[in-house]
T-cell receptor, first 117, second 111 residues
Framework: DAGVIQSPRHEVTEMGQEVTLRCKPISGHNSLFWYRQTMMRGLELLIY????????DSGMPEDRFSAKMPNASFSTLKIQPSEPRDSAVYFC???????????????FGPGTRLTVL | GENVEQHPSTLSVQEGDSAVIKCTYSDSASNYFPWYKQELGKGPQLIIDIRSNVGEKKDQRIAVTLNKTAKHFSLHITETQPEDSAVYFCAASPWDYKLSFGAGTTVTVRA
């Protein structure tokens, strides 16, 4: 099992540019989460998908952020236009369907370190 | 929403000693409490979890205790080893998807 796969692992861009982060969840997992990690705010949930449908996007900072999950094996998080304060590590996580799991364990990917200059 | 506070923010222990990290939560509806370990350059990884119908759970050198009345839970690591050095996060969830994380504890095990 390859685990959750994220790409790119590092991204450096200039303010105003569009950034797209990618995630492949673990096969068979039907829940997908995007988190942002910063020193100041810790780990924050940005958006949660269940069966490819966005269930809770209340953590998305503003309209510059958008996320999609076109199928069960792929999701993107897009920032347009990017700003220096978006610099952070972005994690994708996935979890099993509730009826297959006795708990809420989320499996995290390795993260994408985003730097906006 | 749920608010999780975690202490201490940093912890340095001598190899072989014990380490204890404490968390408090605010939402009495929370009933699932996982602990994640994050090594440098990696994503958080679940190391142990506890549900509200259990007061204590142990897995080899790590254990977690839960006091629902006081709304606090703790992680105990015994016989610490250098590979235990990492950032540890507690979290709380009302048995749905939403995990609220503590701010993290950086544990350093001195050889």
């Amino acid at each position: 099992d390859a685990g959750v796969i994220q790409s790119p692992r590092h991204e450096v861009t200039e303010m105003g540019q569009e950034v797209t982060l990618r995630c492949k969840p673990i096969s068979g997992h039907n829940s997908l989460f995007w988190y942002r990690q910063t020193m100041m705010r810790g780990l924050e949930l940005l958006i949660y998908f269940n069966n490819n449908v966005p269930i809770d996007d209340s953590g998305m900072p503003e309209d510059r952020f958008s996320a999609k999950m076109p199928n069960a094996s792929f999701s993107t998080l897009k920032i347009q236009p990017s700003e220096p304060r978006d610099s952070a590590v972005y994690f994708c996580a996935s979890s099993l369907p509730r009826f297959l799991a006795h708990d809420n364990e989320q499996f995290f990917g390795p993260g994408t370190r985003l730097t906006v200059l | 929403g749920e608010n999780v506070e975690q202490h201490p923010s940093t912890l340095s222990v001598q190899e072989g000693d014990s380490a204890v990290i404490k968390c408090t939560y605010s939402d009495s509806a929370s009933n699932y409490f996982p602990w994640y370990k994050q090594e440098l350059g990696k994503g958080p990884q679940l190391i142990i979890d506890i549900r509200s119908n259990v007061g204590e759970k142990k897995d080899q050198r790590i254990a977690v205790t839960l006091n629902k009345t006081a709304k606090h839970f703790s992680l105990h690591i015994t016989e610490t080893q250098p590979e235990d050095s990492a950032v540890y996060f507690c979290a709380a969830s009302p048995w749905d998807y939403k995990l609220s994380f503590g701010a993290g504890t950086t544990v350093t095990v001195r050889a």
